[in-house]
């Protein structure tokens, strides 16, 4: 039985989904915004707002656990100068998700995870 379980599987094993979460999260990082599932998008949020939220500190002990989530070290670096200086002033709801509508082969809900500037 699943009760009270709150993540989204997305019909992948936990290793799986864990790299594509950290591909979302690590994208959206760089980019500013990315297209992708309604799903996904949702699952990738809160991940991406606690990163944003650990990198406003800067300190050493943050750096580290957004480390250990995402292993790209120009990202992180990215993270930590460019992003967590937009977001001083803000407490929360660094990003939003824009539905686009559905994709046309599969009809699955397309949204864009995007950084609120």
Request: proline content about 3%.
């Amino acid at each position: 039985m699943r009760h009270r379980l709150s993540k989204n599987k997305l019909s992948r094993p936990s290793n799986q989904r864990k790299a594509l979460l950290r591909n979302l999260v690590s994208d959206a990082i760089m980019h500013g915004r990315i297209r992708t599932t309604k799903a996904k998008a949702k699952e990738a949020r809160p991940i991406l707002e606690k990163m944003i939220t650990l990198s406003k500190t800067k300190d050493f002990n943050s750096i580290r656990k957004v480390s250990e989530f995402i292993l790209n070290k120009s990202v992180v670096d990215h993270l930590f100068e460019n992003v967590s200086e937009k977001f001083t002033e803000r407490n929360g709801g660094y990003s939003r998700i824009v539905p686009l509508g559905t994709r046309q082969g599969d009809n699955a809900e397309i949204a864009i995870l995007e950084l609120v500037d």
